[in-house]
């Protein structure tokens, strides 16, 4: 499969040991229209994301389009934390540590009665997007779709050097001063997509540090703000 | 007066459908199930009708599996709590999972009690003396919880197809625990 998911349907692994919960989320995650596979453990998933453990090999071929990798292109995965093996977060850490797997978002489920704080903020601060509590519902799955169409976003801004769908600019007007702030307003434009996820966001993720954004859009920095908009100086 | 067969039969699936509503409100007020149970409920359609079904039959063979093991492994010279503990944990997450409330306290229970054999961080402890019955015991209640709502889902799903071969459609539940 070449360039982004087909048809605007969303391609999400769901790792879980548990055979019933896998059931469940399939379910879940059909229900809001996404491709679902599921895999039983952490190995099986990096062995469908096609990674093969040898990160050399993966830097040979082109980093920037990791589409072009995978047999089968993976919007989001979506794994429980408490695994026999390698559990959740090891599998976090590694697709987060791969220059080839780092772009898929990543959701934490966690069965624990009371989530440990520092386990959450562990998650979140390995990049994971969101963390739920199971059992998971259908509107933790609602969550889901943001995640999967900004980093879409990145990877056409990526890849075209500007964003496909002008439309999903959810505020307002940008105020640009010439060239050389296109490559801002791009970076606004995903910003805003952004924003707007972790404002819809009911989790309270203390931290949102967005590891899955790419280097080059420092979302620490100085982040433009939309409710008063000034000219950006340069 | 002849009443009519198309009578009856609304008439018996409605009788069917209070039942139901009966039946399942009993289970909600006595804590055998939980709200997870109806969102379960919600995720079946037209496209996957015997979605909970399936569901709550890979409970059951799951959960007899896990306390065959249980059992086995309590039965052991030196027996394993980290095994059993393991195995719990699983029991709890599919208990939860499909809304089994009771079944699931059940094995939070346990579980604490399992932790308890871990002399190390609790030095002397009553629990101690006696893990094996202790653990025993617990395993005794889960197994009773689990038995009970095994039950009561059967009774329910076959009402459930009583009604849906009556003509009836299932009603939708509300949790009112």
């Given at each position: 499969m070449g360039m982004a998911a087909t048809d605007d349907q969303f391609h999400v692994l769901a790792v879980d040991d548990s055979v019933i919960d896998r059931k469940l989320i399939e379910r879940l995650l059909k229900t809001s229209s996404f491709q679902v596979t599921t895999v039983d453990s952490g190995s099986k998933a990096l062995e469908f994301l096609g990674w093969h453990g040898n990160e050399i090999s993966m830097f040979s071929e082109a980093s920037i389009s990791p589409n072009n990798h995978q047999e089968v292109e993976v919007n989001l995965v979506i794994t429980d934390y408490c695994m026999p093996g390698m559990t959740g977060y090891d599998l976090l850490k590694k697709i987060k540590e791969s220059a080839f797997l780092r772009d898929i978002p990543v959701v934490i489920m966690s069965s624990e009665n009371v989530p440990s704080r520092i386990t959450s903020y562990r998650c979140l601060e390995e990049g994971a997007e969101e963390f739920f509590l199971k059992p998971v519902k259908l509107s933790d799955v609602n969550k889901l779709r943001p995640h999967m169409m900004r980093t879409k976003l990145n990877n056409d801004i990526i890849e075209n050097g500007k964003p496909e769908n002008e439309e999903k600019q959810e505020n307002g007007e940008i105020i640009t001063t010439g060239e050389a702030d296109s490559e801002m307003q791009q970076f606004q434009t995903a910003q805003s997509l952004q924003q707007q996820t972790s404002q819809n966001n009911n989790n309270n993720n203390d931290n949102n540090k967005r590891k899955s954004m790419e280097e080059g859009l420092s979302p620490d920095r100085t982040r433009p703000r939309y409710s008063d908009l000034t000219v950006m100086s340069n | 007066m002849e009443i009519g067969g198309e009578y009856l039969e609304i008439l018996g699936s409605s009788i069917l459908m209070t039942d139901y509503l009966e039946y399942s409100n009993a289970l909600f007020r006595e804590g055998l199930l939980d709200g997870q149970f109806i969102q379960l409920q919600m995720l079946?359609?037209?496209?996957?009708?015997?979605f909970v079904v399936e569901v709550v039959t890979l409970f059951f063979e799951d959960s007899q599996r896990i306390l065959n093991e249980l059992s086995k492994t309590l039965d052991e010279q030196n027996v394993d709590f980290k095994k059993i503990d393991a195995n719990v944990h699983q029991l709890k997450g599919s208990s939860s999972s499909i809304g089994a409330q009771r079944v699931r306290n059940a094995c939070i229970a346990f579980r604490s009690f399992c932790d308890a054999q871990d002399v190390e961080s609790y030095g002397f402890c009553f629990f101690v003396l006696f893990p094996d019955q202790m653990c025993l015991r617990c395993l005794q209640q889960v197994k009773q919880e689990y038995l009970l709502v095994k039950n009561k889902l059967e009774a329910l799903l076959r009402l459930e197809q009583q009604i849906v071969a009556a003509g009836g459609v299932v009603p939708t539940l509300n949790d009112v625990s």
């Amino acid at each position: 499969m070449g360039m982004a998911a087909t048809d605007d349907q969303f391609h999400v692994l769901a790792v879980d040991d548990s055979v019933i919960d896998r059931k469940l989320i399939e379910r879940l995650l059909k229900t809001s229209s996404f491709q679902v596979t599921t895999v039983d453990s952490g190995s099986k998933a990096l062995e469908f994301l096609g990674w093969h453990g040898n990160e050399i090999s993966m830097f040979s071929e082109a980093s920037i389009s990791p589409n072009n990798h995978q047999e089968v292109e993976v919007n989001l995965v979506i794994t429980d934390y408490c695994m026999p093996g390698m559990t959740g977060y090891d599998l976090l850490k590694k697709i987060k540590e791969s220059a080839f797997l780092r772009d898929i978002p990543v959701v934490i489920m966690s069965s624990e009665n009371v989530p440990s704080r520092i386990t959450s903020y562990r998650c979140l601060e390995e990049g994971a997007e969101e963390f739920f509590l199971k059992p998971v519902k259908l509107s933790d799955v609602n969550k889901l779709r943001p995640h999967m169409m900004r980093t879409k976003l990145n990877n056409d801004i990526i890849e075209n050097g500007k964003p496909e769908n002008e439309e999903k600019q959810e505020n307002g007007e940008i105020i640009t001063t010439g060239e050389a702030d296109s490559e801002m307003q791009q970076f606004q434009t995903a910003q805003s997509l952004q924003q707007q996820t972790s404002q819809n966001n009911n989790n309270n993720n203390d931290n949102n540090k967005r590891k899955s954004m790419e280097e080059g859009l420092s979302p620490d920095r100085t982040r433009p703000r939309y409710s008063d908009l000034t000219v950006m100086s340069n | 007066m002849e009443i009519g067969g198309e009578y009856l039969e609304i008439l018996g699936s409605s009788i069917l459908m209070t039942d139901y509503l009966e039946y399942s409100n009993a289970l909600f007020r006595e804590g055998l199930l939980d709200g997870q149970f109806i969102q379960l409920q919600m995720l079946r359609d037209d496209s996957n009708p015997d979605f909970v079904v399936e569901v709550v039959t890979l409970f059951f063979e799951d959960s007899q599996r896990i306390l065959n093991e249980l059992s086995k492994t309590l039965d052991e010279q030196n027996v394993d709590f980290k095994k059993i503990d393991a195995n719990v944990h699983q029991l709890k997450g599919s208990s939860s999972s499909i809304g089994a409330q009771r079944v699931r306290n059940a094995c939070i229970a346990f579980r604490s009690f399992c932790d308890a054999q871990d002399v190390e961080s609790y030095g002397f402890c009553f629990f101690v003396l006696f893990p094996d019955q202790m653990c025993l015991r617990c395993l005794q209640q889960v197994k009773q919880e689990y038995l009970l709502v095994k039950n009561k889902l059967e009774a329910l799903l076959r009402l459930e197809q009583q009604i849906v071969a009556a003509g009836g459609v299932v009603p939708t539940l509300n949790d009112v625990s």
